[in-house]
């Protein structure tokens, strides 16, 4: 750890905002078990299918509590490029857009998604709505890697005029005519986005849409929140049919909230770091306004840290994780995190302080997002001195002794923030670090004040 490392002190708060983070950033165990609550960012899952359906109502929405961070950005920088009138409120964490009640205003566009996954399946769907005109839909060079063509093929069946580039993916180019609608097919087992992107757009096609799915094997949770925020912001019950393998959404209904507002629930893949911290360092941590039965099916890795040996309890604003002795051991277990994927690298960093082997099974998907997350992972425990068994599906994580390393990133901002809570054990008994993050700025991705919310639990423990 040597290498070109930045000593960030307690009274460098403000450097460790996404925007300011050097290079290599130790992460500074804790000393004391950690104490208090801490809250985390608006949902970004929600924030981005609010921004959606908000564009497709009639009239003007303001969305309470959703994530500023370079995924949302890249949506609402989107929306503004299509003509929607959007304004934002960081300080009073809001954002008000007024939709078009299912049109699009521009007559073609050219959008840049970056890395975003959500922004690009989601915009790719929403600009096929659009009467005329040519969109261009392009993000860097990680995201031409990330599959579309599932989405693109079913929209080609509903009625859009889609090219992608040669190798299967983006950059696409969209002539839109509308979407007239119809029986189409998609496999969503890769990301359950498509999915999501095409009961979106669904009621605004001219004769509705009826989804069958090519294989049932779909992250649910997130169908499901989709599912239910449609039916938020106006889609009567009656209008939506679902079965195991097909959904059916018919035409004629029109997205509108009862009133003008809409709250974003706490992000729970966020939330997922804190509520392994206590597993890490020892403690009791509050995360505040975290919902075990809300929208967001990542909430349910609170229990899995319970099934570790943790306690936990709900009180009426959050979820309370303690770990009141660290001399008695948490135990590894053997979990399917197909539905809950983004939290199963929060287990992997975890699996090194546990009893007996760990094994994480269902994430074969996750080799096709920001990057090959299983491969990445396995690297990255190998580094710290664990032994680690991968295939194509799954990880087992047998733990041995940790040792000093830099943990790379591959610009992925969940391997920056798991990694980081298991670098809050404090290795040597005496507070040094032992862990650094290469590239700890990537969390701007979802939580740009990710180290900030560390760094104040670890002075306030």
């Known amino acids: 750890m040597s290498e070109e490392r930045t000593t960030v002190t307690n009274s460098d708060r403000d450097r460790l905002h996404a925007d300011h983070l050097p290079p290599v950033l130790p992460i500074r165990p804790f000393s004391k078990p950690v104490t208090g609550r801490v809250r985390v960012p608006g949902s970004k899952s929600i924030t981005n299918r609010a921004l959606i359906l908000s564009a497709l109502s009639r009239g003007r929405t303001v969305i ?98 889609i090219e992608m580039a040669p190798t299967g993916g983006f950059p696409l180019e969209i002539r839109s005519c509308g979407l007239r609608g119809g029986q189409v097919w998609v496999d969503a087992t890769g990301s359950s986005q498509a999915l999501s992107a095409l009961l979106m757009v669904a009621p605004c096609a001219r004769t509705g849409l009826q989804i069958h799915l090519s294989d049932t094997r779909v992250r649910r949770p997130y169908v499901d929140m989709t599912l239910a925020m449609m039916r938020e912001f106006g889609i009567p019950s009656q209008a939506i049919s679902t079965s195991e393998d097909a959904f059916l959404v018919r035409p004629g209904v029109t997205y ?129 001195g664990q032994e680690v068994v991968e295939s194509e599906d799954a990880l087992t994580i047998h733990p041995r002794p940790l040792r000093e390393a830099t943990v790379d990133t591959y610009d992925d901002h969940r391997i920056a923030m798991s990694f980081s809570i298991l670098g809050c054990h404090d290795l040597h008994g005496d507070g040094r670090a032992w862990m650094a993050i290469r590239n700890p700025s990537t969390c701007a991705k979802t939580f740009p004040s990710f180290f900030q919310k560390l760094e104040d639990l670890r002075q306030e423990s």
């Open 256 to 384: 509108s909230l009862d009133t003008d507002t809409y709250a974003v629930e706490s992000d729970a893949s966020a939330a997922s770091y804190f509520l392994a911290l206590p597993a890490a360092v020892g403690g009791d941590l509050q995360i505040e306004d975290l919902k075990l039965n809300g929208l967001q099916g990542d909430a349910s890795f609170a229990r899995i840290i319970r099934d570790l040996g943790c306690e936990m309890n709900e009180p009426a604003d959050g979820v309370r994780i303690a770990r009141s002795r660290t001399d008695s051991p948490l135990s590894g277990v053997t979990f399917d995190f197909f539905q809950i994927s983004d939290t199963f690298l929060t287990l992997a960093a975890l699996a090194p302080l546990l009893q007996g082997s760990t094994t994480i099974t269902g994430i074969a998907h996750t080799r096709k997002q920001e990057t090959d997350r299983v491969s990445a992972v396995a690297t990255e425990l190998r580094k710290l």
């Open 64 to 161: 309470h509590n959703p994530l500023f961070s370079e995924d949302t950005r890249i949506m609402m920088d989107a929306l503004r490029v299509l003509g929607f009138e959007l304004k934002t409120d960081q300080p009073g964490s809001a954002i008000e857009i007024t939709g078009n009640a299912g049109r699009v205003p521009t007559n073609g566009a050219t959008l840049d998604i970056g890395n975003s996954g959500t922004s690009a399946r989601f915009l790719t769907a929403f600009c096929c709505l659009a009467e005329s005109g040519t969109f261009k839909i392009d993000g860097v060079e990680q995201m031409r890697h990330r599959p579309i063509s599932g989405l693109v093929d079913a929209l080609k069946a509903a009625g859009a005029q």
